[in-house]
């Protein structure tokens, strides 16, 4: 399987059904099926080779979905790419990955041709608000600026045979970056295939499921909202930010809304709205949390506001997408754990010498081992080395997390720091910041 597939497959079950809102549009599986097929072949048109890099630069949108797999239809990687970053980096963000194709908008991309810097592997550049002649004035090179809804019209509908295996790279997902320039995280088909079954398994995804996504899709986190909805044939409402509070919760009650993945920050926003304990959630199902813990009494807040709603707390890092979740019958009981592996997923914790610790509530660094664990850094083989390291059998290779990690007599993880971030302070272990 092929994750292009996941939407086409909903296609073809449920082509009537809302499967993306965004703002005032509404989009079928088919009407976005039709897009994607549409653009992967202007893609091929313009020259994409199987496992050619497209770069898309834009806010959570329909358009941006429908880029993200068209890509994928015509053999491509996709490269999404956080709209709030300067210039600079997202020069350096398609140098890096040779991205061939550029989806941005004039808005976006208004910077990039200023810049003292080029892209020599930049062939072409879609603007999907096809303002053309704005950016003409400053284009520099031979970089074909070409209009998205011209592209969409003049290609057909059937769907591209581009021969792609699931060990092929689907994905490169950049780091923030935010204590150098980002490393690009490359992600195949059965990295997210097996990643977005083991968590439709446990958050038991049906395709009545509704999903809010205030999430970027640059992160990994938003994306896969995405992602998992069109595996299963759920619904996502696609959000560009939370700027507007009570506009969240119109949605979570209007749109019946049973999926809400959060991160302690909006939580936090959430809590400050004096009117929240006047409203009712009946329908919202569970919430995830991941990036960072929750804080216990963030807990007991949410379970106030949403008395229906399961909460899972979660671990991941997008080297693996996923590594652990609490069952939310373990939330009361074990608040600060993140849980057991997900499905299909092992870990174990080392000690510093890369041996095995059996005893529990010994600090030492988790291991994951996976079919969801990358390929590699992009063009980074000595980092890879690093974090990449040989397994229990012959010739795996398993993901040190570089994460300080405890697991109780039970099983249940327990994060207590980035391995940097500690230092040994006669014999014992001490946070540095």
Request: proline share 6%; hydrophobic share 40%; net charge neutral.
């Amino acid at each position: 399987m092929l994750v292009n597939e996941f939407l086409e497959q909903s296609s073809d079950k449920y082509p009537d059904k809302i499967a993306l809102i965004s703002g005032d549009r509404r989009l079928t599986f088919l009407e976005i099926e039709d897009l994607a097929n549409r653009l992967a072949n202007s893609f091929l048109d313009l020259g994409l080779q199987r496992q050619d890099r497209v770069a898309i630069y834009l806010e959570p949108s329909i358009e941006a979905v429908v880029s993200i797999f068209a890509a994928l239809k015509a053999g491509g990687i996709f490269v999404v790419i956080n709209p709030q970053i300067k210039s600079r980096k997202l020069v350096y963000m398609l140098n890096d990955c040779q991205a061939k194709i550029l989806v941005s908008d004039s808005y976006h991309v208004r910077e990039l041709f200023d810049t003292q810097e080029s892209c020599p592997n930049l062939d072409s550049l879609i603007l999907t608000d096809d303002d053309i002649r704005q950016i003409n004035k400053n284009k520099k090179g031979s970089i074909k600026l070409l209009s998205y809804g011209q592209l969409l019209n003049q290609c057909p509908l059937s769907r591209p045979l581009t021969g792609c295996i699931d060990i092929d790279l689907a994905s490169l997902i950049y780091t923030s970056g935010s204590t150098g320039f980002p490393k690009g995280i490359m992600l195949t088909h059965l990295n997210i295939i097996t990643a977005a079954n083991s968590i439709i398994e446990y958050l038991e995804n049906t395709p009545e499921d509704i999903i809010l996504n205030l999430l970027p899709l640059s992160f990994d986190y938003g994306l896969y909202q995405v992602l998992m909805a069109f595996r299963f044939g759920g619904t996502v409402i696609q959000e560009q930010s939370f700027i507007y509070p009570y506009r969240v919760i119109e949605l979570l009650i209007k749109e019946k809304v049973t999926g809400f993945p959060i991160v302690p920050a909006i939580a936090a926003v959430l809590f400050k709205m004096k009117k929240i304990r006047n409203f009712t959630f009946p329908h919202l199902r569970y919430i995830t949390n991941t990036g960072q813990a929750l804080p216990p009494r963030y807990i007991t807040q949410l379970q106030r506001i949403f008395p229906a709603a399961k909460i899972y707390s979660m671990y991941g890092l997008t080297e693996c997408k996923r590594v652990s979740y609490l069952p939310p019958a373990e939330i009361d009981r074990r608040p600060t754990s993140v849980g057991k592996a997900i499905p299909n997923t092992e870990v174990y914790i080392v000690d510093k010498d890369g041996q095995k610790i059996d005893k529990p509530d010994q600090i030492g660094e988790l291991v994951v081992r996976g079919a969801h664990i990358m390929k590699g850094y992009w063009n980074l083989p000595e980092l890879t080395e690093r974090v990449l390291k040989p397994g229990p059998l012959p010739g795996e290779r398993v993901l040190y997390t570089g994460d300080l990690f405890k697991m109780d007599s039970d099983g249940f993880l327990y994060f207590v720091s980035r391995k940097d971030d500690m230092i040994k302070v006669g014999g014992a272990l001490i946070q540095t910041h």
